[in-house]
């Protein structure tokens, strides 16, 4: 098996709560308050109940943090799989993430939250459909980014609103996975609400 | 997937986001200029420029004007020059983002000598791409079209570029018929290579010199994303001759495009 070789990780979050981070101090945090743009709000979504930022909205802000990487260390450090992002809105434990992504091929995208979906049986069984919370995750830059940058997918070309009020945020993110051929796992594959 | 679940392409920002050397750009800068002219759309021009040549597209004129016969040596420009052609990058074509791509960022790469046809010219169209992503980003804006071609390259028909840009605007995405794919995002390039003499008589149609891109969507931007899992960096590299599993082989520039576009 392949095991990464992973020398740099840079943590994205998005959150409105602006305050020193306590995570780890060799980690460096690219932070900066969600945007608001009252777009698409069939991609807002909840977890255990709780509302979640709206997911174009979310991502758009990471995709902005990865600007931001990009700028202060462009591609020589951010290619070929050496930098790994560390993706939520606020601090979070990342280590059973991490240790999974670097036990798991290249180009592999690790979710904190993700399991097979009871309410798509008929698919989850043989294809193991996965069911994403897709808000906290741990990948390279190159994922990281092809991941976030949905929200301008969802911009391009007059989309009728009929097309796109018919998608939901997991939706999204399962489609841009296949469509993008990622490789993709979690921590929690069996854990999941019931729907 | 009936008309009314289909997005319509709708063009309003273009970027051209030129990359790579300058070389016979002085040559090409005024038709460049005309031929992005165009009606009813915004064009800003994004540029990353080298700072040495490696002119192995015009082996005769290397020979006979300035005695090189090895044209995959690189070649530094000078102060002079580079200040020459970053002038004329700025005067002519006004770019909202314009860099001097360093020689210093690739000499700490791993197999880039090895490599240098090929992820050199990667790494140019990465930085370019970038460079169109941080305008975005610092105006919170999108362009709809992003086009990525060379200082030195001409395409022709001179009207060209207006006769696909208005052929495909208003166009409903996934319509067989008109553009086949399912998704919006759409990406095609042309190989041009009807002046290289292994080329003539290939099925490519004579419209240019080398490489014309177009990416509607962010197809350009993920492009960029894949591209960077093969560009060495100061750590590792993919670079190989061999594998084909996962790592890249480095054999043509043209056929390593076409095999990040299919991925």
Redesign the interface.
């Given at each position: 098996m392949l095991i990464q070789n992973q020398p740099h990780i840079l943590i994205s979050l998005a959150s409105d709560i602006i305050e020193p981070n306590p995570i780890r101090n060799d980690w460096e945090v690219f932070q900066r308050p969600v945007v608001t743009s009252d777009k698409w709000p069939q991609y807002n979504y909840t977890f255990e109940d709780q509302p979640k930022p709206n997911l174009y909205d979310t991502y758009k802000t990471h995709w902005l943090n990865g600007i931001d990487m990009w700028k202060k260390y462009g591609q020589h450090a951010l290619a070929q799989n050496d930098t790994t992002v560390l993706v939520n809105d606020v601090d979070f434990f990342f280590s059973p993430l991490i240790d999974l992504y670097h036990d798991s091929p290249p180009n592999t995208v690790v979710f904190e939250r993700l399991w097979r979906c009871s309410r798509y049986a008929g698919y989850s069984l043989p294809s193991h459909t996965p069911h994403p919370v897709p808000d906290t995750f741990v990948t390279s830059y190159s994922n990281f980014m092809k991941i976030v940058s949905i929200w301008k997918w969802i911009d391009s070309h007059n989309n009728t609103p009929e097309l796109l009020s018919n998608d939901t945020a997991w939706l999204l993110v399962l489609r841009t996975i296949w469509k993008y051929n990622l490789i993709h796992t979690s921590t929690r594959w069996k854990e999941g609400p019931k729907v | 997937m009936s008309m009314?679940?289909?997005?319509?392409?709708?063009i309003k920002n273009i970027a051209i986001c030129m990359y790579g050397q300058y070389r016979t750009g002085d040559a090409c800068l005024e038709y460049i200029k005309k031929f992005y002219q165009a009606k009813n759309v915004n064009i800003d021009f994004f540029c990353s420029v080298k700072e040495y040549e490696t002119a192995y597209t015009r082996p005769e004129y290397n020979k006979n004007t300035l005695g090189i016969t090895d044209h995959l040596t690189q070649r530094p420009l000078d102060k002079t020059a580079i200040e020459y052609q970053s002038n004329q990058i700025k005067t002519h074509y006004r770019p909202k983002k314009f860099e001097v791509y360093k020689t210093r960022?690739e000499s700490?790469?791993l197999d880039m000598k090895q490599s240098i046809l090929h992820s050199k010219v990667l790494?140019a169209w990465?930085?370019s791409i970038?460079l169109k992503?941080?305008y975005e980003?610092e105006n919170n804006m999108?362009y709809?079209l992003v086009i990525m071609q060379r200082y030195d390259v001409i395409v022709w028909p001179s009207f060209a570029f207006e006769k696909v840009l208005y052929g495909i605007q208003g166009l409903r995405?996934g319509n067989p018929s008109t553009i086949p794919t399912p998704?919006?995002?759409i990406m095609f390039f042309d190989q041009i290579g009807a002046f290289r003499p292994e080329q003539i008589g290939s099925f490519m149609y004579p419209n240019g010199q080398d490489l014309w891109v177009w990416g509607?969507?962010?197809s350009l931007?993920?492009w960029v994303?894949?591209a960077?899992?093969h560009?060495?960096?100061?750590?590792?590299?993919?670079y190989t001759t061999k594998q084909y599993n996962?790592a890249y082989p480095h054999y043509d520039t043209h056929e390593m495009l076409a095999c990040i576009c299919i991925?």
């Open positions: - | 009314q679940h289909e997005s319509i392409i709708d960022n700490i790469l790494s990465a930085e970038m992503q941080q980003a999108t709809d995405v998704d919006k995002n509607l969507g962010n931007d993920v994303y894949e960077l899992q560009i060495p960096s100061g750590l590792s590299s993919n996962y991925k």
